[in-house]
Structure formats: structure tokens, C-alpha cells
């Protein structure tokens, strides 16, 4: 079937032209788009692009730091600014997919994929989304609760916390394949410590469950207590709380769960 691919110059007509076409697509990068075209996916009958430069922009200059869906893993990779965000963008694919790989279009890459967005989950992001009646900022956990319904809408950036320092944002995946490959599990952590103890911790887990998740109880386990063998094993003890991952071809549900809190010791203690 002919697919009609539509380029906008500005992001509010993708926008438009998106959400009053249901068999519409937004293309990003094109790494997941592109195979489904190529498989035969036949729900996509128009590409919508945008050229918009507002969507390739990135603000490092304050305390949040605003990047465009648009923005490649390689281009995070190349800003100095962005130190804190290297260790998710390189987890990411092999080089092919990290030039074309877009922060946008992970948003809404299913599980074993969605790598950076455990980062921005845990890094208290902000997702902005412009739909048809406008442009809107949702808490990301917000947007990944709903973002089944979000086909039809088009994100134009995300705002997310710059960690106070390089200790208080941990970052892991493990995979069977290194250093691509499909996430068994990921994990990612905010740990702002005020006078020596966890204040508002929040820590995010990949494929342990459909959508990125927050791992509640072991935030509360870690809330007001130093980080440190005691506190780390009260986190672990209840990482896999409230998780729902699946039996996939990568891992079984039950290796996710009993490995977790292993990983989860080895991240916060700063072992390999
Ligand atoms: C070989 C290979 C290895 C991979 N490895 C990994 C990996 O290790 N980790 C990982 O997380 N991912 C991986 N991926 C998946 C994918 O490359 C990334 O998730 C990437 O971030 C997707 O971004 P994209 O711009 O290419 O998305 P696209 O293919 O362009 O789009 C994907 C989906 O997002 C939607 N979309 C994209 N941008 C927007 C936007 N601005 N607004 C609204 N909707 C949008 C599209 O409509 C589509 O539904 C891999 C893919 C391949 C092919």
C-alpha cells in the first residue's frame, strides 16, 4: 500500500495534520517507524515529519534542561553539558541507531526498548505535548500511564532535573548482549542528599513492567537515611515491589524479579 509522507515546516502544523489523521505516524529518527514500514505495517498510510529546528533544541543553561524530541543520542553524547545523560544515550543500540534515535521517539518504544526514558523518568521529567487543542506540559509518569492515547499527538520536548552532582544520578541496563542489546532490566536513580541523608529519591525500572515504572517502596526504604549498606538492603529488599514484568524471549518474569535487587546493591554501592 502507498504510504504519503507530509513534511511540515513548523511543528504546530505536524501537529495539526497528526491529530486529524488517525492512520497518521509522526516519523522521529525512523529506527522503529521505518522497520514496521519495511515489515508491512499497513495501519501507517501517512508519514507526518516536522523540520521545525525548535525541535532539535537543547537549553543546558539552568537547573532543568529543556531537550527537543528531535535531539539524536549522539548529539546528548556530543554536548559536554549533557555528562549526565551519556550513560543512557550510550546504552542505547550500536552506533547506526544512536545517530537516527531520537529522545522522542523513545518515549514510545515498547519494552525491551525505552532506555532513556527510565533515565528521564527517574530524572523528574517533564514532557511537552502538543495535541489538538494545544500545547500542554504532563509529568512523564503521566505521559507514560497514557501514552497509548497519545498516538495523534506530537511531543515537542522534554524538561528534566540536572542532578546535583554526578553521585546523585546512577544509571545501569544490563543486557545479554554488550554493549547493545535488549534490556533484561534498567535502572536509573535520582538520589539528592541533603546534609548526608536521601531526600526525594526517585528511582526508575525498565521491563519490569509495560511502561517505564517508579519503584515506590524502595524510594520510601531510602527517605531520610544515608546511603549505605543498611539503607541499599532495605531498598533491595522491596525493589521488585508493585513490578509486573513479563516472560519474554530475553528474560522470564521471575529472573527479572529475583535478579533486581542485585543489580539495584551493585548500582548504589558503585560496584560493577
Ligand atoms: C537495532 C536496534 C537496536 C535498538 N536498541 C535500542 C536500545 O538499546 N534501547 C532503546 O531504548 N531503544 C533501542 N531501539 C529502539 C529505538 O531505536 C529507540 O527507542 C529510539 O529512541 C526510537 O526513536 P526514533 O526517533 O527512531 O523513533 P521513530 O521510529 O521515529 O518513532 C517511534 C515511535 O515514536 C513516535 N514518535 C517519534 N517521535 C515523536 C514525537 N516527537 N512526537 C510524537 N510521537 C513521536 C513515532 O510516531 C513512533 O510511533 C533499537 C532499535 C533498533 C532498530
Redesign the pocket.
Known sequence: MPVTVKTFSTAAEAATALSSDRAA???????????ALNEGDVSIETVVRATDRA?NRIDASAARVVIG??VT?ARILAERELAFLHAPAR????PA?RN??????????QSP????TVALLALDTMVSVQGGLGVRDMPIEEFLQSRDR??G????AVTCARPASADAFRYRKIARIKP????VITLAASLPNSGGRITGARIALGSMGPVPMRARAAERALEGRALDASSIAAAAAVIAEGTAPADTAIASAWYRREVIGVHLRRLFSGQE
Open positions: 505516524c509522526y516519523l522521529g529518527g525512523g529506527t522503529l517507524v521505518m522497520r525541535l524530541a528531535g543520542f546504552s542505547i543500540g550500536g541507531v537516527m534515535g531520537t529522545v522522542g521517539g523513545n518515549l514510545f518504544a526498548f525505552g532506555d532513556f497519545q498516538s499527538a506530537l511531543v515537542l547493545k542489546g535488549g534490556s
